[in-house]
């Protein structure tokens, strides 16, 4: 009786195929690159395992969180989410606003806006945004869509939504992601620190 045996060798490199499925008949190689798409995008995250706090007696842009985005890993379709949790006290000033925001590269490309009506000390606040990769290229583009709620009395909230508009990244090389806040007036009392927050592909 003869007996065949056929033999795997052992594959080089699998380069992540991304939004393909299983298909009966792929060659291994195949379902090697669609599988390494699923692992690639698990590992692209980060996230905040200290707390950031800062806001005091300043009007300027304060990084909490930021993920760096190989070209490897992105294609059109892709889906970055940020979630972003903690504290904020804010004396009462009239008209006078806390921002959380998201950066792609350098551009602020959404912005949460809270408008205190009272003064808070160490309110509740949470938000959400999404990432959506539109178009590869040097010119390409992203959206990005958020929404956010901050405690501003024990039976009420604050709430906050933003939208685009789509906003252009050069996606061909790396570029960062990052989620900040600032307020809009100096106070040596305005304090906001993030205890929990990630960044991740989805």
């Known amino acids: 009786m003869a007996i065949n045996f056929r ?5 080089a490199s699998a380069a992540a195929t991304y939004g393909s499925i299983l298909q009966v008949g792929d060659r291994l190689d195949t379902v090697f690159q669609k599988l390494q798409s699923l692992l690639v995008t698990r590992s692209v ?9 800062g806001g005091s007696s300043s009007t300027a842009d304060i990084n909490v969180l930021s993920l760096t985005i190989s070209p490897d890993t992105t294609f059109a379709g ?11 006290t804010k004396p009462f000033s009239n008209g006078t606003t806390v921002n959380i925001w998201v950066k792609v590269g350098s551009t602020k490309v959404a912005v949460l806006t809270f408008t205190p009506t009272a003064t ?9 945004f999404f990432i959506t990769v539109r178009t590869i290229g040097a010119s390409g583009t ?8 901050w405690q501003q009395t024990a039976t009420s ?3 906050a939504f933003g939208n685009g508009p789509a906003a252009t990244v050069d996606n061909t090389s790396n570029f960062p992601i990052t989620v900040g806040f600032n307020f809009s007036n100096s106070n040596v009392s305005n304090n906001l620190t993030a205890q929990t927050g990630i960044i991740l592909q989805i």
Do not use: E, H, P
């Open 7 to 11: 033999f795997i060798q052992r594959i």
């Open 45 to 53: 995250r980060t996230i905040l395992t200290a707390a950031v706090s």
């Open 78 to 88: 892709a889906c970055y989410r940020i979630t972003l949790n903690g504290t904020i």
């Open 120 to 128: 808070r000390t160490n309110t509740l606040f949470s938000v959400d």
């Open 142 to 149: 992203v959206y990005v869509s958020g929404n956010g709620a």
């Open 157 to 159: 909230q604050l709430t």
